[in-house]
Nanobody, 124 residues
């Protein structure tokens, strides 16, 4: 019913930038927040950034604040994650998710639809 597809991952040198995209399709909630999560080998999945339906509310995990920027184009049902000043510790599979809430929740429990992820590798 709902599809979530990430793109834009790849290999980048430390200090470089990548822009991830997340396109949604199908019938989902009338209004929904979206978020980015990541999981590195040996680590638990963690929240990276979230954005409300209106785009007015955003939240960032402390380690990426000031480096990453989340944005969305509601008309296109697409959310973006611009990642600047990338560090090797940013290496992970990044997944996009759709929330039942119109706000920007930070917990996985409040997200209902997930993409399969896109891999980001930052070399040193």
């Amino acid at each position: 019913q709902v599809q979530v597809v990430e793109s834009g991952g790849g290999l980048v040198q430390a200090g470089g930038s990548l822009r991830l995209s997340c396109a949604t399709s199908g019938r989902t909630f009338s209004r929904f927040g979206m978020g980015w999560f990541r999981q590195a080998p040996g680590k638990a999945r963690e929240f990276v950034a979230g954005i409300s339906w209106s785009g007015e509310i955003t939240y960032y995990e402390d380690s990426v604040k000031g480096r990453f920027t989340i944005s969305r184009d509601t008309a296109k049902n697409t959310v973006y994650l611009l990642m600047n000043s990338l560090k090797p510790e940013d290496t992970a599979v990044y997944s996009c998710a759709v929330s039942r809430l119109a706000t920007a929740p930070t917990t996985t429990v409040l997200y209902d639809y997930w993409g399969q992820g896109t891999r980001v590798t930052v070399s040193s």
